[in-house]
T-cell receptor, first 112, second 113 residues
Framework: SQTIHQWPATLVQPVGSPLSLECTVEGTSNPNLYWYRQAAGRGLQLLFYSVGIGQISSEVPQNLSASRPQDRQFILSSKKLLLSDSGFYLC???????????FGSGTQLSVL | KNQVEQSPQSLIILEGKNCTLQCNYTVSPFSNLRWYKQDTGRGPVSLTIMTFSENTKSNGRYTATLDADTKQSSLHITASQLSDSASYICVADRGSTLGRLYFGRGTQLTVWP
């Protein structure tokens, strides 16, 4: 069966520090991978998606970047965090565009 | 403007009672409508997916309906349990482009004993 792992579960970082969140998927090959952010009381916002290794599409201009160094690995990064980067970050995968999303357990990021 | 509106924003019911959550969408073109359940501090979990040609779909005590003409969907929960306490998120999919999902803000359901 397929599983998705996302870590860390919580993270507290000072403003200006770097960020690296990692997500891995097991039990499937060539998944579509996604990074979402969920602010309190808001709907999920798509940040990045990837259809293959090295292929990244950005939905919202921001202080973040994403990379897909391996087929089932998706990384969210920042060189310098801003206060506005605080939020709940979710990694997800799907088999195709119209199939349901499977979400990771999320990372609660607090930038202080 | 493509968007998804959910109501009510929050809802409190007693254990064993039924409830219905509403979703209106203005996404076009439209491919499918999804409902997710999100426990606090966790990732959303898929409950149902309905294409524009489907009117209803059930998943245990959860039944979703879709009216593609009026662009409305509802999620009915039968015989609620304490574990149903969560946020329920409606998602409209345009289907034409990868990543084109529009998320509602969710309805926060609390089930009291």
């Amino acid at each position: 069966s397929q599983t998705i792992h996302q870590w860390p579960a919580t993270l507290v970082q000072p403003v200006g520090s770097p960020l690296s969140l990692e997500c891995t998927v097991e039990g499937t090959s060539n998944p579509n991978l996604y990074w979402y952010r969920q602010a309190a009381g808001r709907g999920l916002q798509l940040l990045f998606y990837s259809v293959g290794i090295g292929q990244i599409s950005s939905e919202v201009p921001q202080n973040l970047s994403a990379s897909r160094p391996q087929d089932r690995q998706f990384i969210l990064s920042s060189k310098k965090l801003l206060l506005s980067d605080s939020g709940f970050y979710l990694c997800a995968w799907s088999g195709s565009a119209n199939e349901k999303l499977f979400f990771g357990s999320g990372t609660q990021l607090s930038v202080l | 403007k493509n968007q998804v509106e959910q109501s009510p924003q929050s809802l409190i019911i007693l254990e064993g009672k039924n409830c219905t959550l509403q979703c209106n969408y203005t996404v076009s073109p439209f491919s499918n409508l999804r409902w997710y359940k999100q426990d606090t501090g966790r990732g959303p979990v898929s409950l149902t997916i309905m294409t524009f040609s489907e009117n209803t779909k059930s998943n245990g005590r959860y039944t979703a309906t879709l009216d593609a003409d009026t662009k409305q969907s509802s999620l009915h929960i039968t015989a609620s349990q304490l574990s149903d306490s969560a946020s329920y998120i409606c998602v409209a999919d345009r289907g034409s482009t990868l990543g084109r999902l529009y998320f509602g803000r969710g309805t926060q359901l609390t089930v009291w004993p």
